[in-house]
């Protein structure tokens, strides 16, 4: 079975910055796979954050964190980022780190349907 490891997440001054981390864990690797962020806040539905391709040639981000939060993968060795400037409060939620096998490497996808493996997800508390 396939499985995601993150790790990042915690405590943020508004304004500040953190970065998330995602990596496939023993013997498998992401490197024809699609892949995003997805966040859930306290009463809200899981919803898009920022994906990126299988190639890293394309990425796609939710208008809300667009210009603060970059979304990036190494090739190689297939782990992939979020790096998250200029926190707010509102962005105070789990982050989950999600995964779809992917034939086209340009495709990204921006649904939380459309993803099938899941990270466990870590909090990210944003603190005025």
């Known amino acids: 079975q396939v499985q995601l490891v993150e790790s990042g997440g915690g405590l943020v001054l508004a304004g500040g910055s953190t970065r998330l981390s995602c990596a496939a864990s023993?013997?498998?690797?992401?490197?024809?796979?699609?892949m995003g962020w997805l966040r859930q806040a306290p009463g809200k539905g899981r919803e898009f954050v920022a994906a990126?391709?299988?190639?890293?040639?394309?990425?796609a981000y939710a208008s809300s964190v667009k210009g603060r939060f970059t979304i990036s993968r190494d090739n190689a060795e297939n782990p992939i980022y979020l790096q998250m400037n200029n926190l707010q409060p509102d962005d105070t939620a789990v982050y989950y780190c999600?995964?779809?096998?992917?034939?086209?490497?340009?495709?990204?996808?921006?649904?939380?349907?459309?993803?099938?493996?899941w990270g466990q997800g870590t909090q990210v508390t944003v603190s005025s």
């Open positions: 999600a995964a779809r096998r992917s034939y086209g490497g340009n495709d990204v996808y921006t649904g939380p349907q459309d993803y099938d493996y």
């Open positions: 023993g013997r498998t690797t992401f490197s024809t796979y699609a």
């Open positions: 990126i391709s299988w190639s890293g040639g394309a990425t």
